[in-house]
């Protein structure tokens, strides 16, 4: 470097220190101030790298290289210092960065760094490639691409590090965050003074952070899981705009103090979001604590519990106007979207708010995460006989371990058990990563085979005050093993741990899959339960079990998967509250699983609950949470989806009273003693007198893929089971008509004679028919367009509407491997292909991925200029479509109403199958509710005078008759 380079860095670093001088004064006290050794972990050491940790020298280099040199899973140490960096670290996934020593080392962004002018992205409030630190994919080999974090980032993170961030950044963001399960941003402060933001597309959990300045503090959308986000025990100060910008993350806020900015919560304008708050704390918001998003859509679910405010004159801003009381006040609660009355019905969609004046500032809510023992307390498992390697039998060095010592840290390794791990009352366990830290028992292990209670690989004593953090337990092979079983008292927690089940059982022995849950609490046994992972496959009842218990437990942010019978079990369970809880079910992993039982509880609070069935799901469940002999269970900010039309048909059933909640978004509602089912409601004006819903036909998996001729004849697909069927109004039955190699989605039919069916299996099918003799024959596409063609698009959506619109502009994504989520790259201009029916000039139009095909219900014929609705699930609503000659599409938006299909009659009134047929006037307005006995997934007009509305509906065909026509 040249001397006058040198003297201009120095001159910025001593301007970029005066500058910062006071920021620094409020860092926060280093979590970690001792130096923990692990000898799989890399060291950002002067020894090691080529790092000048003074502020002045870029480190960015130096940085990536020992990221480089972490095996994944893994951690590296980054000691005390401040760390320039003149362009952005990528950290790959399952790498945790952990600063260590007496002060948190410090990331410093110099001013007018190069490269953080300008923001690049073509989407509004992100600033993409603009981040000092990059959570990303895997790290690339050979010519591989690049990819983001997605849906399959587990156990990433970054905790006890610092960022300063100067003038002549504007487009400069500290941390983009976009990841999975076990991982998670701790004990960090952000001095993002003029540039744009601290965080942008957040994941998973974020505590003990604080951010200040910024034009905004944390921008996001979904988060690439689609599952919740929280954020807890932090805060936001003097954003320029608003502390929060967000849609659709599932944010779930818990004791999260904003001060001195105009706006606190902005919901980006049109969008929802299931926003939970609790324990909040205000001070000087000019403009609004909370500005809405599209509050009409019924996936909006805004729920705010005790929220202190002081100098806020506006609490929310929207459709509607909530004032202030008083210049100090509690907002007791804030409720706006969706209700279910105590019948399971629809009440509507409501703003509900609850707040009383106070004398002066409310002081803030502490905090309930129990304090770790101070690290000159921690004894290191491999100084005193442990080996972590795999091989190794630590059962005997463990447990004495235990005996002698109150906390133990557990370097990377997996620690052998041959059995039962017993806590004492104040044992603490502390990893790093649970991704590569793990007490594995050995498959075959005796006294856990056969039949009986299940037994615990760790064991927490009744009473007991222990901690446990970032470490996995794994059962191996073992039909009576859980994972822990846990007893201990109020004041304990497990945070950050994982339960992969038996797939890394280590020994030899025939064993078998356990029959216990990963996580079992019971006899008493509660505490704070934040950041764990029950994903065990390998067991064949539960991941998540709690039984006999009214000890006070909290559940923060655990995601439930891929368990055979059931995700969840609450039995004999009171004063528990569980707070963004998501569960997961795969094929054939959980495929015919509830999400949660709840039996014989009181005094539960479910808030922010996530219920998501994979896309390799075929077959429906009619029930996510099944309830029995239980009192008082809050169910607030409920979103139940998947990435198929088969989420669960309803979200809760009441088993004593039979009240069944079939909507899959909603605010509120309360399952209680005195509940009753009622009797079904009148059958709306649009239908013919004393008309009623008929069952005409039952025994299918799903009817789906309704379609009718010119003759108004009906035929229908049932998928899984690859059929194709004719209802035969005369013979009053469902006759089969053919059967196919892949499975029939969707159909629809071209005169004269021909049914154009597409398969999962990206094929197009024809059926002729006038030859009852026929059999589907494959069609084969074409890129060459013939003149007049007329189009059989999707009209029942699944996806997303913004899907049609990429198919239908040859929009392609390409994403990593194994991800819906992480697009590698865009195309445009890709290839599409017509499916034409033979000797017709009707055509399937298809290519990419075929979304959102594949997922949709119902097909309907658009030559050029025709208009018909389109309905999204994934959107909440329905459009009105029309095609133009370029075969692009223009559309705008009907009602605020999602489902699987849409008809509509020639009087102009619209039908969408939701989670009912709900009923809407040509000018948007609902004017009925038709209630089906099961979940409606496809409408069909038919019938020789096409006044039959014909309904499928899960296991069974229904009909009803209608005053007028279809259209």
């Not at 960022?163 to 701790?186: C, K, T």
């Not at 509830?594 to 390799?616: G, P």
């Not at 496809?938 to 229904?958: E, H, M, N, Q």
Request: hydrophobic share 35%; proline share 5%.
């Amino acid at each position: 470097m040249d001397k006058k380079a040198r003297s201009s860095n120095v001159l910025a670093a001593t301007v970029l220190c005066t500058c910062l001088a006071g920021a620094v004064a409020l860092a926060g006290a280093s979590y970690y101030p001792l130096r923990l050794e692990d000898p799989r972990a890399v060291y950002l050491t002067k020894d090691q790298f080529d790092v000048h940790a003074d502020g002045i020298g870029d480190d960015a280099n130096a940085i990536q290289q020992a990221i480089d040199h972490v095996r994944a899973p893994g951690v590296l140490f980054i000691p005390e210092g401040r760390y320039r960096l003149g362009r952005t670290i990528y950290v790959w996934e399952g790498i945790r960065l952990i600063g260590y020593g007496s002060k948190r080392p410090v990331f410093v962004l110099g001013s007018n760094t190069p490269g953080f002018q300008q923001a690049t992205s073509r989407y509004p409030h992100e600033g993409t490639g603009r981040y000092m630190v990059h959570f990303a994919g895997s790290r690339p080999v050979g010519n591989r691409p690049f990819t983001d974090a997605s849906e399959i980032s587990f156990y990433s993170g970054m905790s006890n590090i610092d960022f300063e961030m100067h003038d002549g950044n504007p487009a400069a963001i500290a941390i983009r965050f976009h990841v999975a399960q076990h991982s998670s941003l701790q004990h960090m402060d952000f001095h993002v003074g003029s540039c744009r933001a601290a965080i942008e597309d957040i994941g998973n959990q974020a505590s003990d952070i604080h951010i200040y300045g910024g034009t905004y503090g944390i921008i996001t959308k979904r988060t690439s899981p689609v599952w919740q986000f929280l954020l807890m025990d932090s805060s936001f100060e003097g954003q320029r705009d608003s502390a929060i910008h967000t849609m659709d993350a599932g944010f779930t806020l818990i004791r999260v103090s904003f001060s001195h900015m105009p706006v606190a919560i902005q919901i980006a304008p049109g969008q929802v979001e299931q926003l939970y708050g609790r324990d909040l704390h205000m001070q000087d918001i000019s403009l609004a604590a909370l500005k809405a998003g599209n509050v009409r859509n019924t996936h909006s679910e805004i729920t705010l519990t005790n929220i202190a405010c002081s100098d806020v004159p506006t609490f929310y801003r929207g459709d509607q106007i909530v004032t202030a009381p008083s210049k100090h006040y509690i907002m007791d609660r804030f409720t706006l979207g969706l209700e279910i009355g105590d019948d399971g019905r629809e009440t509507g969609i409501a703003l509900r708010h609850n707040e009383h004046a106070i004398s002066g500032p409310a002081p803030l809510v502490e905090t309930d995460i129990p304090n770790l023992p101070p690290m000159s307390q921690w004894v290191n498992v491999r100084d005193i006989g442990l080996k972590g390697d795999g091989q190794t039998d630590d059962t005997e060095a463990l447990r004495g371990a235990i005996e002698r010592h109150q906390t133990l840290f557990f370097p990377s390794g997996t620690y052998r058990v041959r059995g039962s791990i017993e806590l004492r009352p104040e044992t603490v366990l502390i990893g790093l990563n649970p991704g590569n830290t793990s007490i594995s028992l050995m498959n075959g292990t005796a006294g856990f085979e056969g039949e009986g209670d299940p037994i615990g690989v760790l064991v927490a004593p009744k009473g007991g005050r222990n901690i446990v953090v970032s470490i996995s337990v794994l059962t191996g092979a073992n039909s009576r093993a859980a994972g822990i079983v846990w007893m201990a008292g109020e004041n304990s927690m497990l945070d950050d741990v994982s339960f992969p089940g038996g797939f890394g059982g280590f020994g030899r022995g025939a064993g078998t899959s356990p029959v216990g849950p990963d996580l079992l609490i019971k006899d008493g046994g509660g505490g704070i339960f934040r950041g764990n992972w029950p994903h065990a496959t390998s067991s064949r009842t539960a991941g998540l079990r709690i039984e006999n218990t009214s000890t006070p437990g909290k559940i923060y942010q655990m995601s439930v998967e891929h368990h055979n019978r059931v995700e969840v079990q609450f039995h004999n369970v009171q004063n528990w509250q569980i707070y963004a809880i998501q569960t997961e079910e795969e094929n054939p992993a959980g495929h015919r699983a509830n999400a949660m039982e709840i039996r014989d509880c009181r005094n539960l609070l479910l808030a922010n609950t996530f219920m998501y069935r994979v896309s390799r799901t075929t077959l429906p469940m009619t029930y996510g949470i099944l309830v029995s002999h239980s009192d008082q269970i809050h169910f607030e900010n409920m979103k139940v989806f998947s990435q198929t039309r088969l989420a669960f048909d309803n979200a809760i059933l009441d088993e004593d009273s039979g009240v069944a909640v079939r909507a899959h978004f909603f605010t509120n509602f309360l399952v209680h003693k005195s509940m009753k089912a009622r009797p079904s409601a009148p059958v709306p004006g649009v239908f013919e007198k004393d008309a009623k819903v008929e069952r005409l036909a039952t025994g299918f998996s799903n009817v789906s893929g309704l379609t009718t001729d010119h003759a108004g004849h009906l035929f229908f697909t049932d998928a899984a089971m690859r059929r194709i069927y004719r209802w035969n109004e005369t013979t009053k039955e469902a006759q089969q008509i053919a059967t196919t190699n892949g499975q029939p989605m969707v159909m629809g039919f071209v005169e004269p004679s021909t049914l154009l069916i597409v398969a999962y299996e990206r094929q197009v099918y024809s059926l002729d028919l006038a030859d009852t003799n026929s059999t589907p024959q494959l069609v084969t596409g074409t890129t060459e367009r013939l003149p007049e063609t007329v189009l059989l698009l999707p009209v029942g959506l699944h996806n997303m509407f913004s899907e049609l619109k990429d198919l239908m502009e040859r929009r392609d994504y390409v994403y990593r491997g194994g991800s819906n989520t992480a697009v590698v790259r865009v195309i445009e201009n890709a290839p599409r292909s017509y499916f034409y029916a033979p000797g017709t000039t009707t055509a399937i139009f298809a290519g990419g991925t075929w979304r959102p095909i594949l997922q949709s219900s119902n097909l309907a014929a658009f030559a050029c200029g025709d208009e018909h609705y389109v309905v999204s699930e994934d959107d909440g609503r329905t459009y009105r479509v029309r095609l133009n000659a370029d075969e692009g599409i223009v559309s705008d938006v009907f009602v605020d109403r999602g489902g699987t299909s849409v008809v509509n009659d020639a009087a102009g009134n619209v039908y969408i199958a939701g989670d009912q047929v709900y009923i809407y006037s040509r000018n948007g307005q609902q004017i009925g509710i038709l209630e089906i006995p099961e979940r409606p997934g496809s409408l069909a007009f038919g019938g020789p005078d096409g006044k039959t509305l014909f309904i499928g509906a899960r296991s069974s065909l229904y009909s009803i008759r209608t005053t007028g026509p279809g259209r």
